[in-house]
């Protein structure tokens, strides 16, 4: 069993920043690929971050790039997400996952455990 809690969210003004947290517990952690995704109202969630094990891979979603930064610190199980220059559009539920195909995957049904999210809410 993996559990995931994802911390940091909050309100902020457009073109703030915000780092979210999300610290892993359970059995394996720094052998897994982990993943950002969010979920704004009434659309589907959609893929933001991933990053490898190691970490030294990374991918990001195109609505991100050059803003959003992924990080892990294995020693501490967390995954961080560096999120600069947020706009309104940002705004949604942000989660953290756990990637079961041991590699960075885009969608959903690449990941098997889910946190609760944590709210982003970006003000005009």
């Known amino acids: 069993q993996v559990q995931l809690v994802e911390s940091g969210g909050g309100l902020v003004q457009a073109g703030g920043s915000l780092r979210l947290s999300c610290a892993a517990s359970g059995r394996t952690f720094s052998s897994d690929a982990m993943g950002w995704f969010r979920q704004a109202p009434v659309k589907e969630r959609e893929f933001v971050a991933g990053i490898s094990w190691s970490g030294d891979n990374t991918y990001y979603a195109d609505s991100v790039k050059g803003r959003f930064t992924i990080s892990r610190d294995n020693a501490k199980k967390t995954v961080y997400l560096q999120m600069n220059s947020l706009k309104p559009e940002d705004t949604a539920v942000y989660y953290c996952?756990?990637?079961?195909?041991?590699?960075?995957?885009?969608?959903?049904?690449?990941?098997?455990?889910w946190g609760i999210g944590t709210l982003v809410t970006v003000s005009s």
């Open positions: 996952a756990r990637s079961y195909l041991r590699a960075i995957a885009t969608m959903t049904p690449g990941y098997d455990y």
